[in-house]
């Protein structure tokens, strides 16, 4: 059965926006822990190579969570699955003539469209595409800046040590 209206955005989302809606927030959504996956085994070589060039990028932004495993692997695996049908292509073409003399569009082609589009589905949610990531207010981690919910809530690792005892 289909859910009705538009897909909700996780609240981490609405605060890195400015929370455009004014809406108020959902405090109880769950909050995985901000550190990347490890790259699954299974993944081909592009695949991971992609895992590698954006996982620790993502994680250092707070968009990568150690559930985002199976979500943020299947957008490598797209974009491995793309990238080896536009090799195929470039490499082949994209037409071939049939034995009855017309022109005919190789697989290839509407397989890598979409993957494109599976891909840039995955990527949206992540906030990895220009238009995804305009709507994104970041703070830059290197600063010591805390996100807006970590301001919100109150510093974890600073109340951890007052249950403690240290601070």
């Known amino acids: 059965m289909a859910v009705r209206g538009r897909k909700p955005v996780p609240t981490e ?32 070589p592009d695949a991971k190579k992609e895992w590698k060039r954006l996982a620790s990028k993502m994680e250092r932004l707070g968009i990568l969570t150690e559930v985002d495993m199976a979500a943020f692997a299947g957008y490598c695996q ?8 536009e090799e195929f292509i470039t490499k082949n073409g994209s037409l071939v ?10 697989p290839q082609v509407s397989i890598a469209q979409q993957y ?10 992540f906030g990895l595409t220009p238009a995804s990531r305009s709507r994104l207010i970041a703070d830059d981690p290197a600063n010591g800046s805390m996100d807006e919910m970590d301001k919100l809530l109150g510093d974890g690792d600073r109340w951890g040590k007052v249950i403690d005892g240290g601070v």
């Open 13 to 44: 989302l609405k605060v890195l926006e400015g929370n455009p809606g004014k809406r108020p927030l959902n405090k109880k959504e769950p909050k995985p822990i901000k550190k990347a996956p490890l790259c699954p085994k299974w993944l081909d």
């Open 78 to 85: 797209s974009y491995s699955r793309w990238k080896e049908n």
């Open 97 to 106: 003539r049939t034995p009855s003399g017309y022109w005919q569009q190789v």
């Open 116 to 125: 494109l589009k599976q891909m840039g589905r995955f990527a949206e949610q």
